[in-house]
């Protein structure tokens, strides 16, 4: 495959765009720590375990999350991929996600503080935002969802992550 891609032409991304994904460094890591998601079928709990990479000379930071039942470490009740890059403007990202379950999208993202980071996902009738914060080594990330238009925002969704120590 690597021969397939030299013989086409790329567009490679210019000097000044490289490391571009920096600011999102203070994810990368491994995080572990529990949560829960209600999405209106009463209230689940999971553990959860986040490797977070800055791959391609930090042109992109790679997302891999997996949530199990607290109960039974041994089974995934959540797993999701994804990746953000640069999308040209300062603090703006692109993400591009991937569950199990067949889901996948492309959402905007943008890094409101240093260590804020807010996506927004658009269903028909309804936003959803989540916000992601780190705080020395906490990591605290909520999900809301607005049925208005984003005036009234309902909490569905919160975890706390530690880093693991390096090693």
Known sequence: MAAALLAVPATTMPT???????PLNY??????????????????????????TSRLDGNIITIEGTGSDPANAGVTV??????????????EFTMRSYT????????????????????????PGRLI????????????????????????WMKFFEMTLDRMPAG
Not at 78 to 91: D, H, N, Q, R, T
């Open 27 to 52: 994810l990368v890591g491994e995080w572990t720590g529990e949560g829960w998601v209600d999405m209106g079928q009463g209230r689940m709990e999971f553990r959860q375990h986040e490797r977070i």
């Open 129 to 152: 935002r989540y916000r992601s914060e780190v705080t020395g080594d906490r990591w605290i990330e909520t999900g809301e969802a607005s049925v208005d238009g984003g005036s009234k």
């Open 78 to 91: 959540f797993e999701a991929f994804a990746v953000l890059s640069a999308s040209g403007k300062p603090g």
């Open 100 to 123: 199990r379950e067949g889901q996948a999208g492309t959402f905007p993202a943008v890094l409101e503080t240093p260590n804020r980071l807010v996506w927004t996902i658009t269903v």
């Open 16 to 22: 000044h765009a490289r490391d571009a994904a920096a």
